[in-house]
């Protein structure tokens, strides 16, 4: 990277494809980034449902759930990176000393944390767990200088993460929400806009 190219961390931010970004997985997708360093970044697509619901996705993996707040929630695509494997979002839950209660959980700043080991399932399976979940297969990942390139090209707009877009909002409103924490609609980036 040039010595004058300020470094950013979009960890815990929102990537918000712009308007003519017509790539079939990215367009007008959010991406929840989990993790962003020099050495490249890791995200989460947060308003591409499968048509996998979680009951199927348990019962994949021979789990029963117990969790009645659970059964209508979709499985999301969570990107093109190891689409057969499944990532849960999920609220921090306090351990000891500062560690996770599952294993293989990425802490991320602002509250959240994101684990890929079967125990969150299992937990989940037997009626506990983490209160609020969003499961995907797969992530989308950049290498080093990849992801700032993009949003060097326009593909990309940022802004901090809201959790409650993931939890909260109905899929179908995500992307418009994304946009709107930034005062924007996605009609004002239009690359089919007219001119006067």
């Given at each position: 990277?040039?010595?004058?190219f300020?470094p950013?961390?979009?960890?815990?931010?929102?990537?918000?494809?712009m308007?003519?970004?017509?790539?079939e997985?990215?367009g007008?997708?959010?991406?929840?980034m989990c993790?962003?360093?020099?050495?490249?970044?890791?995200?989460?697509?947060?308003n591409?449902?499968?048509d996998?619901?979680?009951?199927?996705?348990f019962?994949?993996?021979?789990?029963?759930l117990q969790r009645?707040?659970?059964?209508?929630?979709?499985?999301f695509?969570?990107g093109?990176v190891?689409t057969?494997?499944?990532?849960?979002l999920h609220?921090?839950?306090?351990?000891?000393?500062g560690?996770?209660?599952?294993?293989?959980?990425?802490?991320i700043?602002g509250g959240?944390?994101?684990?890929?080991?079967?125990?969150v399932?299992?937990?989940?399976?037997?009626?506990?767990g983490?209160?609020?979940?969003?499961?995907?297969?797969?992530?989308?990942?950049?290498?080093?200088?990849?992801?700032e390139s993009e949003i060097?090209e326009?593909?990309?707009?940022?802004?901090?993460?809201?959790p409650a877009?993931?939890?909260d909002?109905?899929?179908?409103?995500r992307?418009?929400?994304?946009?709107?924490?930034l005062?924007?609609?996605s009609?004002?980036?239009?690359p089919d806009?007219g001119?006067a």
């Open positions: 990277m040039p010595a004058d300020a950013i961390n979009l960890t815990n931010h929102f990537l918000i494809a308007p003519g970004l017509s790539d997985l990215f007008r997708s959010v991406v929840f993790e962003h360093s020099e050495r490249g970044a890791l995200g989460l697509v947060i591409k449902p499968s996998i619901l979680l009951p199927q996705l019962e994949k993996v021979e789990l029963p009645d707040d659970l059964s209508a929630l979709p499985v695509q969570g093109p190891q057969e494997r499944g990532f849960v609220d921090a839950i306090e351990a000891g000393e560690e996770s209660v599952y294993a293989s959980t990425m802490s700043p959240l944390e994101m684990t890929t080991s079967r125990d399932l299992e937990a989940m399976a037997s009626g506990a983490p209160r609020r979940v969003f499961v995907t297969l797969g992530y989308a990942s950049w290498g080093q200088g990849q992801l060097t326009n593909s990309w707009l940022t802004v901090e993460a809201d877009l993931i939890f909002v109905p899929v179908t409103e992307y418009d929400r994304a946009m709107a924490l005062g924007l609609q009609w004002m980036l239009s806009a001119h």
